[in-house]
């Protein structure tokens, strides 16, 4: 078994985009503005492997 192969996957990624929607989520509900930087890196994780999440974010 390969653990590289499960840690570089298409899942890893897709689960930073579910991280990106979190956080905006806690930026909405609490007001936190500092939350946005977390949520640009999480977008920029998740924009390395899939550029349609660029659709969803916008």
Avoid: E, K, P, Q
Avoid at 7 to 32: E, K, M, Q, W, Y
Avoid at 49 to 58: K, L, T
């Amino acid at each position: 078994m390969s653990v590289s192969g499960h840690i570089l996957s298409t899942a890893t990624f897709d689960i930073a985009f579910a991280a990106l929607v979190f956080f905006v989520a806690r930026v909405v509900r609490t007001g936190d503005r500092r939350l946005w930087a977390v949520a640009g890196i999480a977008l920029g994780l998740g924009l390395l492997n899939r550029v349609f999440i660029a659709v969803y974010a916008a």
